[in-house]
């Protein structure tokens, strides 16, 4: 326990992923051969939409995640492989039917490719590589490991309609916000990490602590993310900022300032929520509030909450190849935000 | 032989298909079940739409196609009830995201689900369908059925693309159309036929002969579609005629009336396809120019070949269980559109 608070203190944001990136390179790098392999076809938008993706931006933390995860116990073939691959595709095919769920203008500071190639392109390409993933995960040849991936499938498009029928719902409470972003982001984090395990030949107890661990971390990711739509902590007001706001999603800031911001700045609110056109005053103005009411320090600080207990998850498998970089990876999860 | 055709000739539409129904009605009955007990979910949007598309409407001909295959053989559990409730979901959930590329404003005589619902939610629902398909197919454990079905899935998105990126392409030829209607619509006729197949314990010549058999019926029932998409063979010009004009769709149809109509009717054709605003007379006016120029006919007559062809690749099965429901069906298929 000591130890491992120790290691994450005298962490800063950058060397961390950097460690992952190098402790995981070889192996991410067959991944990447692997992505590029899959996205092949003579129909041109097919690799097109998919490598605009794929090959620029994103910093792959998911596929890394099954990766470092096998890579603590000793994984006999290729399987981790395949995973990390299915997981990557998994994780794109979700971009690009959220951008056209979300109507959004950008992805990854570039334009979002329904907005190049159209909605109905994103919509296709997404299929075609869901489809791809799950042809990769049936040639892993896991029934176990299939299981879930295939679980968690439905479970992010379950949990993506619970946000869309809930967008501008003022009723909306905070039980329910938990439960979309389990289900549409810590769903996947828990699987990469699960079947990283498995791949890896870990033991029962080593899988569960493993799959504890991407849950953790994936609920602290998307707090961190939705304070970040407002700005994070430094209040910095960059591109995309105010999308959810727009949109209408009923996130942890919104929902804690509905609750404890003056009357007068909860009313503000509850008028620009869902307004496509709040302009860059608006979600600036908005972004004060919930910096003024303490609601982005209360995300962050439950963010902070759950990274502690994904740290808390693994420390059993401290000592194990890469168990410091995954402790630490929980710590960069949140400071993301500051 | 000789008795196949004598069989087929005796038959008229309606009879043929409740013959399909009375001969899977039990097992179709568990299959109902599980779809109805996959679609549940506290997320009221879910059951919902998916109940809208799958309760109503529908002839639930690939899963009955899945159970005829397995119930030629002895199926030994109920994993053909399984595939055959998954080929449903992937079928329901292409419906979905079609209705979004094509901006389809009905479906099976009905609004479109984006009509009631939107876009977000059809693409959502749809994604969860296809995730509850994969579970259903990773439950009934067997790694061979999940490739064909997972294979099938990019397949038809990848078709989807390719007839996306060549709408309104006019240098389309008949190869690529086929290439087109074999992916976006046969692959899931044969894999249906193969997992039935399978699940029934069917031997490879046997498995390999109701493949062979779906994939011939699909792009004989595509062929079709697509003439019937201009009033068949009759002309009857009812609901949604037209659609495949208005969205640019270069089907046989429209391929061989190009090349093979007088000069100013193909300038018309070319005119007015990919206009969204076509109206009914443009539409008539190009029905009447495909039925003149020998188009329709010359549409179902390769779905003709297709039919035959399907017919002919159950011969070494004949006199096995429902094999002349089978075989008839191929008819049923083509007579569609007179």
Known sequence: MTTIEATAEQVNTQPVVEQLIAHTSSEMEA???????????????VPEIANYLISAGGKRLRPMLTIAAAMMF????????????????MHTATLLHDDVVDESDKRRGRFAPRKIWGNAASVLVGDFLLGQAFMMMVEAGDLGALH????????????EVFQLSKANDLNTNVDE?????????????????????????????????LKAYGAE???????????????????????????DLREGKMTLPILHALKHAPEQDA???????????????????VAQ?????????ATIDRALDHAARAKSALEPLAGLNGADILIEIADYCVERAS
């Open 177 to 209: 916000y938990f439960e979309v972003i389990k289900a549409k982001t810590a769903a996947l984090f828990e699987a990469a990490t699960e079947v990283g395990a498995m791949a890896g030949g870990a033991n029962d107890a080593q899988r569960e602590a």
């Open 31 to 45: 991944v990447n051969e692997l992505l590029l392999s899959r996205i092949t076809s003579h129909v041109e938008m």
């Open 217 to 243: 971390l994936g609920i602290a990711f998307q707090l961190v993310d939705d304070a970040l739509d407002y700005g994070g902590l430094s209040g910095t007001i960059g591109k995309n900022i105010g999308d």
């Open 74 to 89: 000793e994984p006999k073939n290729s399987q981790h492989i395949s995973y990390a691959a299915a997981v990557e595709f």
């Open 289 to 297: 509030i919930l910096q003024t009411c303490g609601a982005l320090k």
């Open 267 to 285: 009313q503000f609110i509850r008028e620009h929520l869902g307004k496509v056109d709040a302009d860059e005053a608006i979600v600036s103005r």
């Open 148 to 159: 879930v991936l295939s679980r968690s499938a439905a479970i992010i498009a379950e949990g």
